[in-house]
């Protein structure tokens, strides 16, 4: 069964302090790693997808990164408005090809 | 271009009840999925409808069903509700085909129960 991890469940920072989250996961054959954000109320927002171990995708303050086995969400000098829930989701190779989330990273961003 | 719509936003129901959502997908988009999010349990996938036919279905009971129109829009109902059932209710469209993990959430239907 997939299965996907994230952490720290909640992180608080400050304007301009940078940090990564975590998305462990595991998976017969990755098809697909995706990065979603959450505004409060809101639907998820698609941020990224990765394929492949090594690959990096950038998007403003936002970096993402894959290995075998995880990736990592960079956030660089964050601002108050990145505050926010980010999902991670993997997608398997063969079988069903619905994504399996993780239950995400609350970040706060204090001014 | 107009994002994926969900109606309706808010609504309160009694234990027993029976409940239908609906969701417009993006236009052009034929896949629209419908997950559960709760606080517990994070976002877990209920179903997947593409060219009107189910074509996955994830592990919840048979109260929960869905159905896709010829224009691709989608309702999903469930039935005889119990308070557990009280939830984030999220649609999510995608433009079909070999599926992709790349999906369009509406800002979902928030169902309580009581």
């Known amino acids: 069964e997939d299965q996907v991890t994230q952490s720290p469940e909640a992180l608080r920072l400050q304007e301009g302090e940078s940090s990564s989250l975590n998305c462990s996961y595991t998976v017969s054959g990755l098809r697909g790693l995706f990065w979603y954000r959450q505004d409060p109320g809101k639907g998820p927002e698609f941020l990224f997808t990765?394929?492949?171990a090594g690959e990096e995708k950038e998007k403003e303050r936002l970096k993402a990164t894959l290995t075998k086995k995880e990736s990592f969400l960079h956030i660089t000098a964050p601002k108050p408005e990145d505050s926010a829930t980010y999902l991670c989701?993997?997608?398997?190779?063969?079988?069903?090809?619905?994504?399996?989330f993780g239950r995400g990273t609350s970040l706060i961003v204090h001014p | 271009k107009a994002g994926v719509t969900q109606t309706p936003r808010y609504l309160i129901k009694t234990r027993g009840q029976q409940v239908t959502l609906s969701c417009s997908p993006i236009s052009g988009h034929r896949s629209v999925s419908w997950y559960q999010q709760t606080p517990g349990q994070g976002l877990q996938f209920l179903f997947e409808?593409?060219?009107?036919?189910?074509?996955n279905k994830g592990n919840f009971p048979g109260r929960f069903s869905g159905r896709q129109f010829s224009n691709s829009r989608s309702e999903m109902n469930v039935s005889t509700l119990e308070l557990g059932d009280s939830a984030l209710y999220l649609c999510?469209?995608?433009?079909?085909?070999?599926?992709?993990?790349?999906?369009?959430f509406g800002e979902g239907s928030r169902l309580t129960v009581l």
């Open positions: 409808y593409f060219s009107e036919t189910q074509r």
């Open positions: 989701a993997v997608q398997a190779l063969g079988g069903s090809y619905i994504p399996t």
């Open positions: 990765l394929y492949s």
């Open positions: 999510a469209s995608s433009p079909g085909g070999g599926g992709t993990g790349e999906l369009f």
